[in-house]
């Protein structure tokens, strides 16, 4: 067990893509496979874009195989996750650090693999989705867009290590990934039906344009004007600046989540003072939008970051946590609702914050565009409701561009503070909350195999499949960091990933961790069994290993 993700290789990617797809018609196990109809698309940046929806900046954009996934099933505009200058070992974030029970908690930030490592997974996340589109004829290769998203100060921004990793994404060509992937595409070029090596050379490697800039609570506005002036005249890229909840002031946030039933949840003054204040903000935001003029590119906000308030009844590690999800939605749209009313409508919003099945169609017919999600993805739905919220999409009208509709805009953001859908109900406030290391299930069975912990994953690390006729769950050690998101959603009250038997890529991987399991290596296995660890050849392993392993090369070859 360990909370470090290891990379898959682009070809491993691939290979699982395309066994799964042949043998299941799922990819990544996401089974609810969107495809678009072609009748109508959007434009951003220059760019066609066929549905205004993907997952934000978090734990679905982190991983090569997250991006997949959430394209397979609808998703068309992805906000990759988060780097910084802080990245790998140096970066430390607390484990757990999520939970979606209810309203979503986390005290994750930014990616935590390396920078370089970050690249190489966009890279191979966007040549995977090039190829896979086409394949499978689940779109227009070239109508999905790829956002990336930088913090936190100038000092980091302008460093060689987000330098690079700035440039390497606005074109790929030169990075060793991007070589790495084209050679597997021709060498397989054979393997695919509906794809040929003058396809394989078109694949533009200019994965991103555009840019969130996510800086710290409290950072002052002259930091985040030379941030953005770096981004828009250095680095001539579109912008978007992701605003803070706090611009509503502190009063109207105190009474709207004491009114909702989120009374407890614990926040100070302190935190929207420190912060960039509304008038400020305002006077910003249209100098960038001028100087984005003056260098043809568009500059525009992200409503909302998520809502930093005090962990008080040990929901995480830590002393402060981030907010997200339901309780999330009546703020962001306030905000959305008292920017737009400033700037007459004429000011490009990206929405994050708690957008659901119930208020997506609404948000969108605002004007406000693209929306991601995060939190709905970490709910027993996963990554198959997406195909849900893009048709939702689909069946709104396309406008031409993001101006905002302000009356609109004010008439939904008055009924969100209002809307039963986003209040804390009676039931789930006196529901006791489940604490992390309170269930200690170790049982490598399940009483009834669910498969909850499977769709909550973000990671894809557990999966389920039948052996000897029953169907079992096994937790892959490779691709999971510990978020504990699984853990909330167990109803046989076990730690999947620390409790039930797990896949092992090899011999240290098993020895670093105290989880039941086993590693595969050529004829031999290494296995932890009722506490011991033991090495011998496959076939006098103990049944249950045997079987797991017989299951897995009939049906995941791919995991082995
Ligand atoms: S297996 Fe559980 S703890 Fe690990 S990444 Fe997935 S949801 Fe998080
Ligand atoms: S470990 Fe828990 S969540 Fe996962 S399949 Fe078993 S019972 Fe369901």
């Given at each position: 067990m360990s909370d470090i993700m290891v990379q898959i290789p682009f070809h491993k990617l691939m290979e699982r893509v395309m066994y799964e797809k042949e043998n299941?018609?799922?990819v990544y196990g996401v089974s609810n496979l969107y495809t678009h109809d072609g009748k109508k698309d959007l434009n951003l940046f220059d760019h066609g874009l066929e549905n205004p929806f993907g997952p934000a900046a978090g734990p679905h954009t982190q991983l090569a195989q997250n991006l997949v996934a959430s394209y397979v099933g609808g998703s068309r505009f992805f906000e990759l996750k988060t780097v910084q200058i802080l990245d790998g070992h140096d970066l430390h974030v607390d484990k757990p650090c999520i939970r979606a029970d209810d309203e979503c908690y986390n005290v994750e930030w930014s990616t935590e693999l390396y920078v370089p490592q970050a690249l190489e997974e966009y890279i191979k996340g966007w040549y995977a989705i090039k190829l896979i589109a086409k394949e499978y004829g689940f779109g227009d290769p070239d109508k999905f867009i790829f956002n990336m998203s930088v913090g936190y100060n100038l000092e980091g921004i302008k460093s060689k290590k987000i330098d690079d990793f700035i440039e390497g994404l606005k074109d790929a060509s030169n990075t060793e990934t991007w070589k790495e992937c084209e050679k597997w595409a021709l060498d397989h070029v054979?393997?695919?039906?509906?794809?040929d090596e003058a396809y394989i050379k078109s694949i533009s490697p200019k994965v991103c344009n555009s840019i969130t800039l996510s800086t710290m609570h409290g950072c002052p506005s002259d930091e985040i004007e030379g941030i953005i002036t770096h981004l828009l005249t250095n680095k001539k890229i579109n912008t978007y600046l992701k605003c803070n909840p706090t611009l509503l002031g502190y009063d109207f946030v105190r009474k709207t989540m004491d009114d909702m039933g989120y009374d407890y949840m614990s926040f100070e003054t302190h935190g929207f003072e420190s912060d960039l204040q509304f008038e400020d903000a305002v006077a910003l935001i249209r100098k960038m939008q001028e100087l984005g003029k003056a260098n043809g590119l568009t500059f525009g906000v992200k409503l909302s970051n998520t809502f930093h308030v005090k962990?008080?009844?040990?929901?995480?590690?830590?002393?402060d946590m981030y907010m997200s999800g339901k309780a999330l939605y009546p703020l962001t749209i306030n905000v959305a609702a008292k920017l737009a009313k400033a700037f007459d409508g004429k000011l490009p919003m990206s929405f994050s914050g708690g957008a659901d099945a119930n208020n997506i169609k609404d948000i969108f017919n605002t004007g406000i565009w693209p929306i991601t999600v995060a939190t709905i993805l970490l709910k027993p739905t996963g990554y198959q409701v997406i195909k849900k919220l893009a048709t939702l999409l689909d069946e709104c009208e396309f406008p031409a561009d993001q101006t905002v509709n302000v009356s609109l805009l004010e008439e939904l953001a008055k009924k969100a503070v209002e809307d039963s859908n986003y209040k804390k109900t009676e039931a789930a406030r006196k529901k006791p909350l489940l604490t992390f290391g309170e269930n200690v299930n170790v049982r490598v069975e399940c009483k009834v195999t669910c498969g909850s912990c499977v769709n909550v994953c973000p990671n894809r690390a557990n999966t389920t499949l039948m052996v000897d006729g029953v169907k079992r769950m096994l937790h892959i050690d490779d691709y999971c960091n510990e978020c504990g998101n699984c853990y909330i959603f167990c109803p046989d009250k076990c730690t999947p990933y620390k409790d039930r038997l797990t896949l092992f890529a090899g011999k240290k991987e098993l020895e670093d961790s105290t989880n039941q399991g086993f590693a595969v290596m050529g004829d031999r296995v290494i296995y932890r069994f009722d506490g011991t660890v033991k090495e011998c050849a496959l076939t006098d392993a103990p049944e249950v290993i045997r079987s797991f392993i017989t299951a897995l090369k009939e049906q995941q070859p791919y995991l082995l």
């Open positions: 299941y018609n799922t054979n393997d695919f039906k509906n794809i962990i008080k009844n040990s929901e995480l590690p830590g002393q």
